[in-house]
């Protein structure tokens, strides 16, 4: 059974960058969909970004996040990553990283299997 485990978060002030980081373990993810995702308190999940594991294929959420957060990965190191630039106080949630597969669309909760744990990152204006 895959599993995702988050790292990365903390805190951190405005205008600083962070990268998350997402490591599959306990199996394969080749042909998955990884996406993050993020959770504010009382907000609604809110998808960022998704990259296909095996292509180049990537898809941004349109949110306030857009242009300032790139989604990477590298399969020699198994990871995938969420850079985040400019980083403001609004920016501050739980963020997640999930898997699916050969679901249609990627922006969804219920387009992905598989989820991590969260980390957590808090930005301090």
């Known amino acids: 059974q895959v599993q995702l485990v988050e790292s990365g978060g903390g805190l951190v002030q405005a205008g600083d960058s962070l990268r998350l980081s997402c490591l599959p373990s306990?199996?394969?993810?080749?042909?998955?969909?990884l996406g993050w995702f993020r959770q504010a308190p009382g907000k609604e999940r809110e998808f960022l970004g998704a990259?296909?594991?095996?292509?180049?294929?990537?898809?941004y959420g349109g949110s306030a996040a857009k242009g300032r957060f790139t989604i990477s990965r590298d399969n020699a190191q198994n990871m995938v990553y969420l850079q985040m630039n400019s980083l403001r106080p609004e920016d501050t949630a739980a963020y997640y990283c999930?898997?699916?597969?050969?679901?249609?669309?990627?922006?969804?909760?219920?387009?992905?299997?598989?989820w991590g744990q969260g980390t957590q990152v808090i930005v301090s204006s």
């Open positions: 999930a898997a699916g597969y050969g679901h249609t669309g990627w922006s969804d909760g219920d387009d992905y299997d598989l």
């Open positions: 990259i296909k594991w095996s292509g180049e294929e990537t898809s």
């Open positions: 306990g199996g394969t993810v080749y042909g998955y969909v």
